[in-house]
């Protein structure tokens, strides 16, 4: 897969223990900026990927809305997943 889609980092941003739903800020490459939403009921699965407008898409290189990383959203939380990102940031 294309390289602008590593994740470089992950920081967590916003949780509701209450209903399980965790928000991550993650960077990608080119420096590109999204905002991750993922759910721990029962186990941890990202529920929507939106694309923060500091730089233009890594992707279409669009300085507006664009669904890249909607349609790359498996691939995302793949790398999040299988590199165990989400407990690095929540201990």
């Given at each position: 897969?294309?390289?602008?889609?590593?994740?470089?980092?992950?920081?967590?941003?916003?949780?509701?223990?209450?209903?399980?739903?965790?928000?991550?800020?993650?960077?990608?490459?080119?420096?590109?900026?999204?905002?991750?939403?993922?759910?721990?009921?029962?186990?941890?699965?990202?529920?929507?990927?939106?694309?923060?407008l500091n730089v233009p898409c890594p992707i279409c290189h669009k300085?507006?809305?664009?669904?890249?990383?909607?349609?790359?959203?498996?691939?995302?939380?793949?790398?999040?997943?299988?590199?165990?990102?989400?407990?690095?940031?929540?201990?």
């Open positions: 897969m294309n390289s602008k889609l590593q994740i470089r980092g992950i920081a967590a941003s916003d949780k509701n223990l209450k209903t399980g739903l965790y928000q991550f800020i993650i960077t990608l490459g080119e420096g590109a900026k999204g905002r991750a939403f993922f759910t721990n009921k029962p186990e941890w699965k990202m529920t929507a990927v939106t694309r923060l300085d507006y809305y664009c669904n890249c990383l909607e349609k790359n959203a498996e691939y995302i939380e793949r790398q999040i997943i299988d590199g165990d990102l989400i407990s690095s940031v929540l201990d």
